[in-house]
């Protein structure tokens, strides 16, 4: 159904769509942060006095902000973080935020893989324009472990698929994610050649 807007209301509705991408954008970087082991990131998506409460309260800015990626580094050779079921509630100069996380983490080694499934809860707040989180925690609601069979399967190799690593690109297979600006595939003008040979039919 269309809903009619007067004139003078449109200003306020086009700042609330405004706010409310720029909220979810300083989401969407806290996971980011994490999954490119990136804390400049971190950095752009909290305010000065915010914290990073998951395990240990650590106040971004602080020595302790990067433990979370110590963490990933020492036990995951890759990692991934997805969001989803967003949820922004703004009042005034505050938002409350909600996500669905999905985490995956391939262990050293291709050793194993885990997934872990949770939220990332956001009090996040706009001074001089400018919105920030000052407040965010996680919780983990359910996590399972498996087997990484397929990955060293001929069946999955031979596919040649890019892998991506933070470490940077080591290979023509590798997709690196710490260039900057964050845009990997910026200047590529070669393609490395596949082999068409797979044992997956379309």
């Excluded at 082991?37 to 990067?66: E, M, Q």
């Excluded at 994610?177 to 595939?185: A, F």
């Amino acid at each position: 159904m269309l809903v009619e807007v007067s004139l003078e209301q449109q200003p306020r509705h086009v700042r609330y769509l405004r706010d409310r991408a720029v909220i979810l954008g300083c989401v969407v970087k806290r996971a980011r942060e994490h999954s490119h082991l990136d804390t400049g990131l971190l950095t752009v998506s909290h305010h000065a006095d915010g914290f990073d409460d998951r395990v240990h309260a650590a106040k971004v800015g602080s020595p302790r902000t990067n433990w979370a990626n110590k963490v990933y580094v020492a036990s995951a050779e890759q990692h991934t973080h997805n969001l989803t079921n967003d949820t922004c509630e703004i009042d005034g100069d505050a938002a409350h935020c909600e996500s669905c996380v999905l985490m995956a983490l391939l262990g050293q080694g291709a050793s194993g893989a885990r997934l872990t499934s949770g939220r990332h809860r956001d009090r996040i707040e706009g001074r001089c324009g400018t919105w920030k989180a000052v407040v965010s925690c996680s919780t983990v609601e359910w996590a399972l472990a498996g087997d990484t069979y397929l990955l060293g399967s001929s069946c999955f190799t031979r596919q040649g698929l890019l892998e991506g690593t933070r470490k940077g690109a080591t290979c023509p297979a590798k997709v690196s994610w710490n260039s900057t600006p964050r845009r990997p595939l910026a200047g590529s003008s070669t393609h490395p050649q596949r082999n068409e040979d797979s044992c997956v039919s379309a």
